[in-house]
Nanobody, 115 residues
Framework: QLQASGGGLVQAGGSLRLSCTAS????????MGWYRQAPGKQRELVAS???????NYADFVKGRFTISRDNAKNTVYLQMNSLTPEDSATYYC???????????WGQGTQVTVSS
């Protein structure tokens, strides 16, 4: 199970920190990612982090977002800075890499950035 939280309404240029707590699988060895889906658009990968904490980012968030993980808390985070209205979407976490999206997606957390 994946439970995302931390979304909300923020003005352009603002910041949010998302959290996603996992249960029911071995989180510490899992390649995890943050995804987002805006209305009418396909879900897209935003950032990912391996079990050894190697990270990758989509070009549209590089330099603004930071993904991290705390294996002791079974939690993956997404620090989002310099937000723009184009970042407005529902954000989800799930497995990444070869087994991306292996778990039920859950409800995600809504991020709305006002201009």
């Amino acid at each position: 199970q994946l439970q995302a939280s931390g979304g909300g309404l923020v003005q352009a240029g603002g910041s949010l920190r998302l959290s996603c707590t996992a249960s029911g699988f071995i989180f510490s060895t899992s390649y995890m990612g943050w995804y987002r889906q805006a209305p009418g658009k396909q879900r897209e990968l935003v950032a990912s982090i391996t079990r050894t904490r190697n990270t990758n980012y989509a070009d549209f968030v590089k330099g603004r977002f930071t993904i991290s993980r705390d294996n002791a808390k079974n939690t993956v985070y997404l620090q989002m800075n310099s937000l723009t209205p184009e970042d407005s979407a529902t954000y989800y976490c799930n497995s990444a890499g070869a087994y991306s999206g292996s778990f039920p997606w859950g409800q995600g957390t809504q991020v709305t950035v006002s201009s």
